[in-house]
Structure formats: structure tokens, C-alpha cells
């Protein structure tokens, strides 16, 4: 089981990226999903977060109207588009995916690199 990102880059302040996270392993469709970002010299964040059916997407305040989270459970994929980056938007962004109920399960990818740079 395995969730892997992809899309990350380099772009220009007020520009737009869009990652996609590809799981397989694993029932998607189960699973909250989330991204989470990690900068330079600083902790992990939680950035967005999808839960399952599509039900709820909630937001970091520093990214609130410029990200969206997205799911389609029947490609097994999340994304995150980005707009109107800033520098401050620069970091390595990591998807997570975390069970829904059950048993707990989590899983990480291994993160896509995003750099905010004029």
C-alpha cells in the first residue's frame, strides 16, 4: 500500500501548481486525506484536508481561498491545486492518507517539493 505525490515545482509568485496524490494498496475510499507541508527549519503542517465521500474539506488558515483539496475515489487520487502562491508557500508537501474507522492505518508518501520564487 502506497500513496505517491506528484506535480511539485518551481513557480512564480501568483502563479499555480496542482499535485496529485496516487494511493493504490489500500481502500481509498476510506480514508480521510490530507496535506501537509514542511518547510525549511520549520514543523510539519496539516494544509488541507478531504474526508471521505467528499463530505468535509477544511484548510489551513494561511492557504484559506487560494488552495483547494479535491478527491475522485474512483481514481483514487487527491489533488491540490494552488493558487496565488507566495514565497512563503515554498516547502516539501507531503499527502497522508488516514483510515476513516476501523482499525486505525496511515500512509505517507514521500513528499514533492514546492519552491515559491520569482
Known amino acids: 500500500a502506497q500513496v505517491v505525490e506528484s506535480g511539485g515545482g518551481l513557480a512564480q509568485p501568483g502563479g499555480s501548481l496542482r499535485l496529485s496524490c496516487a494511493a493504490s494498496g489500500f481502500m481509498f475510499s476510506s480514508y480521510n486525506m490530507n496535506w501537509y507541508r514542511q518547510a525549511p527549519g520549520k514543523e510539519r503542517e496539516l494544509v488541507a484536508t478531504v474526508t471521505v465521500a467528499s463530505a468535509l474539506a477544511s484548510y489551513a488558515d494561511s492557504v484559506k481561498g487560494r488552495f483547494t483539496i479535491s478527491r475522485d475515489d474512483a481514481k483514487n487520487t487527491v489533488w491540490l491545486q494552488m493558487n496565488n502562491l507566495k514565497t512563503e508557500d515554498t516547502a516539501v508537501y507531503y499527502c497522508?492518507?488516514?483510515?476513516?474507522?476501523?482499525?486505525?492505518?496511515?500512509?505517507w508518501g514521500q513528499g514533492t517539493q514546492v519552491t515559491v520564487a520569482s
Open positions: 497522508n492518507a488516514l483510515r476513516a474507522w476501523g482499525r486505525p492505518a496511515e500512509y
